[in-house]
T-cell receptor
Framework: DAGITQSPRHKVTETGTPVTLRCHQT?????MYWYRQDPGHGLRLIHY???????DKGEVSDGYSVSRSKTEDFLLTLESATSSQTSVYFC?????????FGPGTRLTVL | RKEVEQDPGPFNVPEGATVAFNCTYS??????FFWYRQDCRKEPKLLMS???SGNEDGRFTAQLNRASQYISLLIRDSKLSDSATYLC?????????????FGTGTLLAVQP
């Protein structure tokens, strides 16, 4: 158990509304990541953080922003949700040589 | 061309069978390699790391061929509980962080 929780676990929202997903970890890991998973694409990196207030973009960052004001929390915000952002979102932490994932958030944008 | 390619399957095998999954990667700078397992509607979980010398964990054997940029996973004596999607993952070093590149996964269905 990597001690990672995500909230909410499921969300349905409408196009154009803002949405914030939360990732919380209890083990004081420095690196945290947000991925999305879609059929035929595997997991794709959205943003990552290498410390409090230190973040950078991944390969599919358009339409997303992140914030990390505390070591334990990494927030992913969709400023104005679109249907193309319907996906499963996973948070991860880096530990030893690899990454461990939270349980995921299933987001549907109507 | 995707950086990590896997046969999507599905692989339908009977209990007790031996099954092998293959994965190729395109970036020769990739430094570390892993197999993850993902159950339906769950998060990916690390199954095992893959070392150049090959490594075994119970019924699972992973091998790496750097010259051919090829990774494999062998599952012996398949169990119903092995049914899942298996993700091939490579790690690239550089910059402020090390990034994982995921294959799209190979679906295994073990039949009774």
């Amino acid at each position: 158990d990597a001690g990672i929780t995500q909230s909410p676990r499921h969300k349905v929202t409408e196009t154009g509304t803002p949405v914030t997903l939360r990732c919380h970890q209890t083990e004081n890991h420095r690196y945290m990541y947000w991925y999305r998973q879609d059929p035929g694409h595997g997991l794709r990196l959205i943003h990552y953080s290498y410390g409090v207030k230190d973040t950078d973009k991944g390969e599919v960052s358009d339409g997303y922003s992140v914030s990390r004001s505390k070591t334990e929390d990494f927030l992913l915000t969709l400023e104005s949700a679109t249907s193309s952002q319907t996906s499963v979102y996973f948070c991860a932490i880096a530990y030893l040589d690899t990454q461990y994932f939270g349980p995921g958030t299933r987001l549907t944008v109507l | 061309r995707k950086e990590v390619e896997q046969d999507p399957g599905p692989f339908n095998v009977p209990e007790g069978a031996t099954v092998a999954f293959n994965c190729t990667y395109s970036n020769s700078a990739s430094q570390s390699f892993f197999w993850y397992r993902q159950d339906c509607r769950k998060e990916p979980k690390l199954l095992m790391s893959v070392y150049s010398s090959g490594n075994e964990d119970g019924r699972f054997t992973a091998q790496l061929n750097r010259a051919s940029q090829y990774i494999s996973l062998l599952i012996r004596d398949s169990k119903l509980s092995d049914s899942a999607t298996y993700l091939c993952v490579v790690k690239k070093y550089g910059g402020a962080t090390n990034k994982l590149i995921f294959g799209t996964g190979t679906l295994l269905a073990v039949q009774p």
